[in-house]
């Protein structure tokens, strides 16, 4: 059973980490693009959104709940991967994909115009800022939960699956 626990948490990093490096790439290709361009890039943004990035943080938060509760996952670094993932989940949650739509609604609206409103490009910003925000924290949670640091040699030696 906890194999296919972990299993889980791989297919939800897989699609969390998937649909942000999407996000990404379609950014930097699309670097300034016009306001027909740009609707298009964040409709596509808001359903990877929908169907990878937040079905993937669910899973993760959901099998990470399952190794403290059902299997008793009491690690620091357990503790760490938690705190990281609650931080992106605030940041997915309530900043990035609430967002979305805005964003997606403001370029739409610049279309007749032929170029990106100044609300656009200030929302945009926002967006950037709270995305890049999330780089540390996604590092960090990747680390512990493939790593699972031990912090002493006791710790270790207790545990050789650590070492």
């Known amino acids: 059973m906890k194999k296919l ?37 964040l409709f596509y943004k808001l359903q990877s959104a929908y169907i990878l990035i937040l079905p993937g943080l669910a899973l993760k938060i959901l099998t990470d709940l399952i190794l403290v509760f059902a299997f008793g996952e009491r690690a620091w670094w357990m503790r760490v991967k938690l705190a990281m993932t609650a931080f992106l989940a605030v940041n997915a949650f309530v900043f990035l994909v609430p967002m979305m739509p805005d964003l997606l609604a403001l370029a739409q609206a610049s279309i007749p115009d032929g170029k990106l409103s100044e609300e656009f490009h200030v929302l945009e910003s926002k967006e950037i800022l709270v995305g890049v925000s999330n780089v540390i924290p996604l590092i960090v949670e990747l680390i512990m939960g493939s790593f699972k640091p031990a912090l002493s040699r006791r710790e270790r030696a207790a545990n050789p699956q650590l070492a």
């Not at 299993?7 to 016009?34: D, K, Q």
């Not at 027909?36 to 890039?41: R, W």
């Open 5 to 41: 626990v972990h299993f889980v948490a791989e297919i939800g990093t897989i699609m969390y980490v998937g649909g942000i490096l999407s996000h990404i790439v379609i950014g930097a290709i699309n670097a300034h693009p016009s306001p027909e361009v740009a609707s298009t890039i």
